[in-house]
Structures are given as C-alpha cells and as structure tokens.
C-alpha cells in the first residue's frame, strides 16, 4: 500500500523566506510525482510534475527535487511571498495503479 | 495547462434529493476521468474512476448505488449524489488527463470542485 506523508503540517513565515516542504511516501514504485496548490475552497492547481526518471523540475520561484529511492520529494519556495498562502499538496502515481495517493497536505500562511 | 471546469461551484439539496455534478475537459480528451471526495481540513480521497464508454470503478467502501457515474463522452462525466444525506455534504473534485501524449506520465488537472451541502 501507498502512504504519502507531508511535513509539517502547517508553517507559518515572514514574506520573503526561502522554505522547503517535505513529501515522502512508502512505495518508491512510481509514474510520477505532482506538487499542487489549493486555495481555500477551491480545487486543485498543478505546480510541478516529476517524472520517475528525473531529479528535479523548476518553475519560476519553486523548484521540486525528488529521490525515488528514499521515497522523498522536496518543493522549495524561493522569496515567499504572502500570495503563496495556501495549502500545499504532493500526489504520486502508483506503477500499475491509475489513481494518485495524496499526502495530506502543508498549510503554508506568509505574513506581510 | 489543460482545463477542467467543474459545475456547479456550490450547491444546496434537501435530504433525500438527489444531485448531479458534472465535470468537463475543455480544451482536451479524457478517456479516464477521477472523483475525489474532500473533508475539512483533510486531503484527497479517491471515490472512483470513470471511464468513458464502461463502468465505472469505485474504490472500497464506496457505495456504487450512492454515487452514481457517468461517462458518456470522452470530454464529459457526471457525478450524482442519489438521495442525499447531510452526511453527504463534502467538497467534491474532479480530475483528468490528457489521453494524447498516450502513456501514464502524463500530468493530472483539477477541477475547481463543488460544494454539497445537503439540509
């Protein structure tokens, strides 16, 4: 079975911080890993995808890293800003299984 | 990226009626669309899988009869909630991929969810 842990749960950080939000999951027999974004009462944006075969993916400000073999994934956040406030969400995609496992999220609050 | 509308953001239902949620691929085909169910302050779990043209699969301990899904098209799938109960009140989502590039590795897109509140 798929667990998907994240780390910590919420954090809380003045604007302009770098930080790191952590994801680890159970079974390194993955398609893929997603880092999304949900605002409060909203759905789900996508972030960052990484492949199985990669190391990293970067978008602007947030750079995601992952280690299949120690079943972590990072997303790191460069001159927080408080338009990042949200909750953080990393899904992997199980070998064999079509469905993503959830971790169950960072509620990450920047303050101005 | 891709989109994925999701209708209606927010609904209200008197228990016992039943509601539809539809969720659609707009600028892609999805021949497998997800259904997420939501609790406060909790992630996401998976209730089924639609697939277009066949049955759908639900995930253990969903009841088939509650949650009815439809798929009836390769950019189109529909959830309903059959004689709603307040416990039915949840945030519920939508997911799709893109079926071109074929493969698995292809990336997931949400729908902006819908809000049941059954009184």
């Known amino acids: 079975k798929q667990e998907v842990t994240q780390i910590p749960a919420a954090l809380s950080v003045p604007e302009g911080e770098n930080l790191v939000l952590n994801c680890s999951f159970t079974?390194?027999?993955?398609?893929?890993l997603q880092w999304f974004r949900q605002d409060p009462g909203k759905g789900l944006t996508s972030l960052l995808l990484?492949?199985?075969?990669?190391r990293e993916q970067t978008s602007g400000r947030l750079n995601a890293s992952l280690d299949k073999s120690s079943g972590r994934s990072t997303l790191y956040i460069a001159a927080s800003q408080p338009g990042d406030s949200a909750t953080y969400l990393c899904a992997v995609r199980r070998i064999n299984f079509n469905k993503f496992y959830f971790g169950s999220g960072t509620k990450l609050n920047v303050k101005p | 990226g891709a989109v994925v509308s999701q209708h209606p953001s927010w609904v209200i239902c008197k228990s016992g009626t039943s509601v539809k949620i539809e969720c659609r691929s707009l600028?892609?085909?999805?021949?497998?669309m997800f259904w997420y169910r939501q609790f406060p302050k909790q992630s996401l779990m998976l209730m089924a899988t639609?697939?277009?043209?066949?049955?759908?699969?639900?995930e253990q301990g969903v009841e088939k009869d509650k949650f009815l899904i439809n798929h009836a098209s390769l950019t189109l799938s529909t959830l309903t909630v059959t004689s709603a109960h307040p416990e039915d009140s949840s945030f519920y989502i939508c997911s799709a991929r893109d079926q071109a590039p074929r493969g698995p590795n292809t990336e997931a897109f949400f729908g902006q969810g819908t809000r049941l509140t059954v009184v």
């Open positions: 600028d892609f085909q999805a021949t497998t």
């Open positions: 990484i492949q199985s075969s990669q």
């Open positions: 639609s697939n277009e043209g066949s049955k759908a699969t639900y």
């Open positions: 079974d390194s027999a993955i398609y893929n």
